[in-house]
């Protein structure tokens, strides 16, 4: 095809799930006159998912965009250990899939010049071109890639996976509020919690989750679990909406890897490392990378602009990445609830700045210091240590 075939576009984006969506709202918000192109290989944008978060985890640069996403919201949220409950008075709120793939899709059309691809596998991605599996080619000065948690299977030393269910109950829902984590549970596969959001009196997704070394998930018995806890704590279910089932690899080492490659694309999303490994929430990082994005020069985004975000992001991830090896290695499973309560009685501004990934040296400190949670074994992190590879940094050009 020659390049007076090729459809051009002032940002080409390649992948259609949360951080892909942000950017180009952000561009969009930015400077409304911009062609961009979006290339998803799905029927439609955002899979299945609901994303949550914490509203101060999110800039004021980004909230008009972010706004326009969020489908629920709740003044405060709750956690609950055997030794530990604990009301947290911040804004949480949830985006979902269905909501994202909408705005962004009218956004589009609103845009001449711009195009959204559904349906659309590329086969082939650089730094000013891309070919689409039926001989399409694409063209933009900028071109950034975004791909899933698949990306980093071969990464992981952990998982974080659940499995939810959407709930219509019979009666009101006993809580008001999200409950990020009821750790009273039995801890059986490693850390284990129940996950409440009440999107409606009588309307509620229940979660079942675990930070495990494994990623299998059983299912059929997860899915009596959730139905289990829902009986002995005042849910009355009247019928199962939807269900939504995750598995988010939980780093405690990445490879090094150049971002961007000589003639490859600038590389968002999980593919990138663009998430708290830690946690598996990629919302708070995905909004940061958009913002910067849609507010910089196009010109010097690769070469000033990017590598100012990675440094930022590498900072945060390393600091991250020993926390999953403490977890992950210095602690038996039965053991890794410890750690979370003792994380839980932490000053409020500091639990925050952890979600956002945004941690201060004095947050550091305080999540570090002080007496080791009950059940840490330094003889247990030094035999997994000296069975791993060491810590793989990242290089100038990227995670």
């Not at 349906?119 to 950034?144: F, H, M, N, Q, Y």
Request: glycine residues 8%; hydrophobic residues 45%; positive net charge.
């Amino acid at each position: 095809m020659t390049s007076e075939a090729r459809q051009s576009f002032d940002y080409l984006l390649v992948g259609g799930g949360l951080g892909n969506a942000l950017i180009a709202l952000a561009l969009f918000a930015a400077r409304p006159g911009l062609r961009v192109g979006l290339v998803e290989q799905s029927v439609k944008l955002g899979g299945d998912h609901i994303w949550c978060f914490h509203a101060g985890d999110v800039s004021e640069a980004s909230r008009a965009v972010v706004s326009q996403l969020v489908t629920a919201s709740w003044p405060r949220y709750e956690v609950n250990f055997p030794e530990l409950g604990r009301t947290l008075e911040e804004p949480y709120c949830a985006v979902r899939s269905e909501r994202l793939d909408e705005v962004v899709q009218r956004a589009f059309a609103a845009r001449q010049g711009s195009r959204v691809f559904l349906g659309a596998r590329a086969v082939k991605v650089t730094d000013s071109v891309v070919t689409l599996a039926d001989g399409r080619e694409l063209e933009a000065p900028i071109v950034i890639e975004s791909r899933g948690p698949d990306a980093l299977a071969g990464a992981a030393a952990g998982y974080q996976k659940f499995l939810g269910l959407e709930l219509k109950l019979r009666r009101p829902s006993p809580i008001a509020h999200p409950t990020l984590m009821d750790a009273r549970v039995a801890q059986v596969d490693g850390f284990r919690f129940m996950y409440a959001l009440p999107f409606a009196s009588d309307h509620v997704l229940l979660e079942d989750t675990y930070f495990s070394e494994s990623p299998a998930l059983d299912r059929a018995k997860i899915t009596a679990e959730v139905l289990e806890y829902a009986d002995q704590n005042g849910f009355e279910v009247e019928a199962v909406l939807r269900e939504e089932v995750g598995v988010l690899p939980l780093p405690t080492r990445l490879p090094r890897v150049p971002n961007p490659a000589v003639g490859g694309p600038l590389v968002a999303g999980y593919q990138g490392a663009w998430f708290h490994p830690v946690t598996g929430y990629s919302f708070p990082v995905a909004a940061r990378v958009a913002s910067a994005v849609a507010g910089a020069d196009p010109s010097r985004l690769r070469e000033s602009v990017w590598p100012a975000l990675l440094r930022e992001q590498r900072s945060q991830l390393r600091f991250c990445l020993l926390l999953n090896r403490l977890f992950f290695e210095a602690f038996a499973p039965a053991q890794r609830r410890n750690v979370i309560e003792r994380f839980y009685r932490l000053p409020t501004p500091t639990v925050r700045r952890f979600y956002a990934m945004t941690l201060s040296h004095l947050d550091r400190a305080r999540i570090l210091c002080g007496r080791p949670p009950r059940g840490f074994s330094l003889a247990r992190a030094l035999t997994h240590r000296d069975r791993t590879p060491p810590l793989l940094g990242p290089t100038p050009g990227g995670p």
